[in-house]
């Protein structure tokens, strides 16, 4: 891993949590585009992105950017923000949608919005220390 050391704690963790979500993102939009090439509806096709993509963004988020080993706690904060994310999805396709975006170009603006949403749940939600969950 480069050496950081240079940025504060604050700062290399923001850094980290860009990289973790560009990689992410790749991997989540790629699935779905993935899932539309191949004739399936939207819906599905974001349905499929999110829960492969969640795994996935679970495992880097929790251990690269915020430096926690898997919980079943965090597993289950995580599944259910990643609900809302993909009912937010939805709206957010449909909607684009209807004012005349194609799916792959709705795709692309969803993914720059939800990824901004998701750093502060993730940080305070999903992946809080300790002594900001009040168990101190």
């Known amino acids: 891993m480069p050496n950081w050391h240079f940025l504060s704690e604050q700062k290399r963790e923001l850094l980290k949590y860009l990289i973790a979500g560009c990689v992410n993102t790749a991997f ?34 929790g251990i690269f950017v915020f430096r926690q080993r898997p919980r079943k706690e965090d597993l289950i904060r995580f599944t259910l923000q990643y609900g809302v994310y ?7 396709l449909t909607l684009l949608q209807a004012w005349g975006l194609n799916a792959y170009t709705a795709g692309v603006v969803n993914t720059l919005i939800v990824p901004v949403l ?11 220390k300790k002594n900001e969950a009040g168990d101190a």
Not at 86 to 92: E, R, S
């Open 28 to 61: 989540g939009y790629g699935v779905y585009a993935l899932a539309l090439i191949c004739g399936l509806p939207y819906v599905l096709a974001a349905l499929i992105s999110q829960i492969l993509g969640g795994f996935f963004n679970y495992l880097t988020y």
């Open 118 to 128: 998701a750093y502060f749940s993730n940080k305070y939600f999903v992946f809080k």
């Open 86 to 92: 993909y009912a937010f999805t939805l709206v957010l």
